[in-house]
């Protein structure tokens, strides 16, 4: 079982910056593969991005690659979505995802999420 928390949301102005972070509770963090997913008003979940259980591979949607990294802290269960360039079409509520296989796959777990609002 493993119980996720996302933090950091908040209001940017286009072209600003904004850090996520997905607190992990469990002693398995490590075995899970991690993912970013984004759902804005009215449309449905989009993958955003994945990262692998040792952080050594990442995957990422076209809309943000290039723009956000994920990052991932196995000590201290920690997994981070640093966001660069956003843009209006990046608001959306994002939630934070722990599974067996990374990539836009099926998740088990997922967080409550944390509302990103880009102005323009």
């Known amino acids: 079982q493993v119980q996720l928390v996302e933090s950091g949301g908040g209001l940017v102005q286009a072209g600003g910056s904004l850090r996520l972070s997905c607190a992990a509770s469990g002693r398995t963090f490590s075995s899970y593969a991690m993912a970013w997913f984004r759902q804005a008003p009215g449309k449905e979940r989009d993958f955003v991005c994945a990262?692998?259980?040792?952080?050594?591979?990442?995957n990422y949607a076209d809309s943000v690659k290039g723009r956000f990294t994920i990052s991932r802290d196995n000590a201290k269960n920690t997994v981070s979505l640093q966001m660069n360039s956003l843009k209006p079409e990046d608001t959306a509520v994002y939630y934070c995802?722990?599974?067996?296989?990374?990539?836009?796959?099926?998740?088990?777990?997922w967080g409550q999420g944390t509302q990103v609002t880009v102005s323009s």
């Open positions: 990262i692998s259980w040792s952080g050594g591979w990442t």
């Open positions: 995802a722990a599974g067996p296989v990374p990539g836009n796959y099926h998740y088990d777990y």
